[in-house]
């Protein structure tokens, strides 16, 4: 958004004026070119993007990121990580937008998010936003005071939707009690297969009919809310009293608390109320409470609970086949139309219930229950609405006081007759089962956190329309159509371009400004990082050639989807090299939108070309860890070069994912043991400063000497700068750039 006019900046326009002709490419005829930035290859038509957005073909010629910069740091070169490239110097990084790897995990409009403003279909959520960034791939909305339940049963907020067309095949999954999940084959919802397990992260593709998906149990309330009266739109402010412009004074009362009183009167209002309007007096509203001639009790409660809660008098009239309570009062009608709707199709659950104390909650669904429900025997309660919010509304609010309620959609007729005359009803009802008696068996089965709920069939079907999903801070999920999902991880760790959170507008720079800059903060190296820098290359190696006539040596971060045609652009110019091999596991980079295949041949290539090269795993418990996986990515890299540094790094669930546990001291000493078990000279474990003994400093494999002393990133003692890399001790010559 533009801080000045507050109103929606087209992102895609402001990169494309700052672009060049790339080099990285070759002309296919018709138009069309072939890019060869990157391992994608991608064959891009006049006037069209590659996979990383920020690289197109406009009349044939590929535009390519040039001259600006959307994030930079001057930081210890020891947190790239390189270790044996200038120890104890700093990195002047810096950063442009774009990402080769893609985001494909998202559902579809009408499923519905539970938040503290209603279980809102995600359409709705994205249009709470305001004013949208427009990106080139969708469009980005930050909805304010937003918060969504996640797993622990808390609110947390929500940082901002996304929405995007997609066209392709959408995954259908229909569980028992609840409504089906539309979602892309790729998106990961919590499920089990056995029940004695706890659920864990599955694409959607990949779920069958004996799988459970996982609904959270425990939920918490808030303190005690207070509704403002005052804010209803129409209605006059008098000190501690409002009322409608035409009512005679007092009016009600200005505030009004959300205790056990006034949420019984909302849930009988939702149960059995509307708002009517006088047609000789067009300004004179009022309610209507309507019960069978049997309730005699529940409208006595209700007149009683107006005049408590309200300080109004509510009159009983008896009709042939019903009872009615009426209460005259316009202050009271907008009132109750503003917090539960006016009508029996608009009806809600009013959005201060949503985040009240366990006891109003409680008194809300005792009285809809009590004037619109069914109640079997063995403690079944059914009832049946119009509205979808009020059906959602209300199986959320079971849910969460320990109700599993199931929710079912069914079409209507039109018309129907009642009394002996033809009334026109919504063409969908919506009907709300659950049990008051918890003794009763159902097909779910409860653990100890979660209803883990028995899917009853899982289909797939063409799609082409808009997708959407949200950023949740903290934890990274959220319950969709009441189950548990996760958030899309890619939008938070790599795709700047779509996710204008992870970096700023960008700022025009030379590059003889940025090697000034390096200068200025005592810089040694240049490097070019943040998502992914081979689509930048041009602008790279512009920057690196300042960079080296100035004395400095310079440096990629990059994820390994090269190819030789762009490592060859780059091999002048650049001294270091450092990959991301993320998993050994084709699946794990199938869902990163990346090939296993293409970053090994990177590393070979690199390796060939002569780059000083060190190689990153980040080690995710439950997710890469395990023995076979990493001696695998060790074996490979030795095979390489046993002088290759490998680098087993300590994953936080505060930094990308929070579906996973922190990555132990233990865990990473055991993946460094088994680098060296594999033939490698030199392992390290990083993140977790002071607790991997050894695995932190460089250490001579010919005599053992202690030749590059670290501490996290502070290196105290450094002997091979002045000794060109021998071990002074027993002159072994150590790779690397130390000079």
């Known amino acids: 958004m533009n801080p000045v006019t ?6 895609a326009a402001v990169l494309d004026a700052r672009t060049t002709e790339g080099t990285l490419y070759e002309r ?50 020891e947190k790239k990580p390189f270790f044996h490239l200038v120890p104890g110097s700093k990195t002047l990084t810096f950063g442009m937008l774009g990402c080769d790897l893609h985001c494909p995990y998202c559902f579809t409009p009408e499923t519905r998010v539970v938040t503290n403003r209603g279980i809102l279909p995600l359409s709705e959520v994205f249009a709470l936003g305001g004013a949208v960034l427009q990106t080139r791939t969708g469009q980005v909305a930050r909805p304010r005071d937003l918060r969504a339940v996640t797993a622990s ?33 790729e998106h ?42 005052g804010k209803v739109p129409g209605l006059i402010v008098e000190g501690r009293t409002v009322r409608y412009s035409q009512e005679h004074r007092p009016g009600l009362p200005a505030t009004i608390p959300m205790d056990e009183q006034f949420a019984r009167l909302l849930g009988y209002y939702c149960a059995n109320g509307s708002m009517a309007t006088s047609g000789r007096r067009p300004n004179s509203h009022g309610l209507v409470f309507t019960f069978d001639r049997h309730e005699a009790g529940l409208a006595d409660e209700t007149r009683r ?48 219930l949503f985040d ?13 229950a009590r004037g619109d429900a069914f109640r079997s025997r063995n403690g079944k309660v059914s009832t049946t609405t119009t509205s979808a919010s009020l059906a959602y509304g209300v199986a959320w609010l079971c849910l969460k006081t320990g109700r599993l309620a199931s929710v079912y959609e069914h079409s209507a007729a039109t018309e129907r007759s009642i009394a002996g005359r033809r009334v026109r009803q919504a063409p969908s009802q919506y009907t709300i089962v659950w049990y008051d008696n918890p003794g009763i068996r159902r097909r779910a089965v409860l653990t100890e956190d979660f209803y883990l709920i028995p899917i009853r069939s899982v289909t797939t079907a063409e799609y082409d329309g808009d997708v959407f999903n949200l950023e949740v801070e903290g934890e990274h999920n959220y319950l969709a159509n009441f189950t548990l999902v996760a958030n899309c991880q890619n939008w938070l760790t790599s795709q700047a371009l779509r996710d204008p959170v992870a970096g700023t507008m960008p700022d025009d720079v030379t590059p003889e400004q940025l090697v000034a800059l390096a200068h200025r903060h005592g810089a040694r190296l240049v490097g070019s990082s943040y998502n992914e820098p081979l689509i930048t290359a041009e602008w790279a190696v512009d920057v690196f050639r300042k960079a080296r006539e100035a004395g400095l040596r310079t440096c990629f971060i990059s994820n390994g989807n090269a190819t030789l045609e762009v ?36 590393i070979r290539m690199v390796f060939e070309l002569g780059f000083w090269m060190e190689i990153v795993t980040l080690v995710i418990p439950g997710w890469n860890d395990s023995e076979e996986e990493l001696r695998a990515a060790a074996e490979f890299i030795a095979s390489v070069s046993p002088d290759i540094p490998w680098h087993v790094t300590a994953f936080h669930p505060d930094y990308k994912m929070q579906d996973y546990d922190a990555t132990s001291a233990s865990t990473l000493v055991r993946a460094a043991r088994l680098g060296q078990a594999a033939g490698l000279r030199y392992v390290y474990a990083g993140n977790l400063p002071g607790r991997v003994g050894e695995f932190e400093s460089t250490f001579c494999p010919n005599c053992r000497a202690l030749l590059v002393e670290r501490r996290g990133y502070h290196v105290p003692q450094n002997h091979l700068a002045a000794t060109a890399g021998r071990c002074p001790r027993c002159g072994f010559q150590i790779p690397g750039i130390w000079a």
């Open 6 to 11: 507050g109103t929606a900046v087209d992102l």
């Open 305 to 352: 609970l107006v005049a408590s809660v309200l300080g109004l008098r509510a009159s009983l009239l008896k009709r042939p086949t019903t009872l009615a309570v009426t209460v005259e009062g316009a202050s009271a009608a907008m009132l109750f139309k503003s917090l539960c709707g006016a009508g029996a199709t608009d009806k809600r659950v009013p959005e201060a």
């Open 567 to 602: 490592l060859t652009f780059l091999r002048p110019w650049c001294d270091g090299y450092k990959i991301d091999l993320k998993t050994m596991n084709q699946k794990g980079y199938r869902q990163l939108g990346g090939v296993l295949d293409r970053v090994l041949d990177t």
């Open 188 to 229: 990961r919802v919590f499920a089990t297969l056995n029940p004695d397990r706890r659920p864990e992260e599955t694409e959607a593709g990949r779920l069958t009919e004996r799988h459970y998906l996982a609904v959270p149990r425990r939920y918490h309330f808030s303190s005690p809310q207070v509704v403002d009266v």
């Open 356 to 368: 009240a104390p366990r006891p109003a909650v409680e008194a809300f669904l005792d009285a809809y």
């Open 28 to 77: 296919l005829g018709d138009g069309k070119v072939r890019c060869v930035a990157c391992g994608h290859r991608c064959v891009i038509f006049p006037g069209r993007r590659g996979i990383c957005q920020v690289r197109f073909n406009e009349g044939g010629t590929l535009r390519v990121p040039w001259g600006y910069v959307a994030a930079l740091q001057c930081d210890p070169t």
């Open 153 to 185: 049963g808390q609110l947390n907020p929500v940082v901002q939707v996304f929405r995007h067309r997609y066209t392709g095949k959408l995954v259908s999954i229909k569980p028992h009690y609840l409504p089906a999940l539309r979602c892309t084959p």
